[in-house]
């Protein structure tokens, strides 16, 4: 049963390109979390998503951020014009279907590092 | 929102016993988790507290005190490969989904 998987594992632009950040749940999984770690920080909350649904996006900066969960195919998390300051390892999690229990099963994949010159 | 502190590093030699405190504030506290992150990997789940005690999973034990808002993790019988950071978090009752980081911990195992 593979875990959760990212991709690109790094990735470098320059500022002002766009970057897309790939998650693919573990099967059986619907529900999948997007979070961003800062050097010398913890993991921050930033979207929780459903199939075709944006459940809570209060974690995203409100501009050049967004993501998607298609009905088919991976999790995406796009960053546009990017700035050096989205430098960053970016964790997509996913968890299975049961409401009211979706913290407790959260399996994370090994991140995507972005670096932005 | 929530403040979760725990010590930014801490080491200790193959075979001891290391503890890794973590304290929280938050309203509607909904469960406590300890997570392992080896450099570069993702966070792997280790514990999940949401009664006050003691927790025992092998090596690995967690504790948790609501009334103090606080929790410890402990590591027993060190090994080389639990050099890593260990990763404090807390969910609420609002959000029971989102998981609110400490900075973590990193613990560093010498021979």
């Known amino acids: 049963n593979a875990g959760v998987m990212q991709n690109p594992r790094h990735l470098v632009r320059r500022r002002g390109q766009e970057a897309r950040l790939r998650c693919s749940p573990m099967k059986g999984h619907s529900h999948v979390y997007w979070y961003r770690q800062l050097p010398e920080e913890g993991l921050k909350f930033m979207v929780y998503l459903q199939k075709e649904n944006i459940i809570d996006e209060s974690g995203m900066p409100k501009e050049r951020f967004s993501a998607e969960f298609p009905k088919e195919g991976p999790s995406i998390l796009r960053i546009q014009q990017v700035v050096r300051g989205d430098s960053a390892a970016y964790f997509c999690?996913?968890?299975?279907?049961?409401?009211?229990?979706?913290?407790?099963?959260?399996?994370f994949g090994p991140g995507t590092r972005l670096t932005v010159t | 929102g929530q403040n979760i502190d725990q010590p930014t590093e801490m080491t200790a030699t193959e075979g001891a016993i290391v503890q890794i405190n973590c304290t929280y504030q938050t309203s509607g506290f909904n469960g406590l988790f300890w997570y392992q992150q080896h450099a570069g990997e993702a966070p792997t789940f280790l514990s999940y507290?949401?009664?006050?005690g003691l927790e025992e999973k092998g090596r690995f034990s967690s504790f948790l005190s609501r009334s103090k808002g606080y929790s410890y993790l402990l590591l027993k019988e060190l090994q080389m490969k639990d050099s890593a950071s260990y990763l404090c978090a807390v969910t609420d009752f609002s959000n029971d989904y989102k998981l609110s980081f400490g900075a973590g911990t990193t613990v560093t195992v010498r021979a």
């Open positions: 999690a996913s968890s299975p279907p049961v409401p009211g229990t979706a913290s407790h099963e959260q399996y």
């Open positions: 507290n949401v009664l006050d």
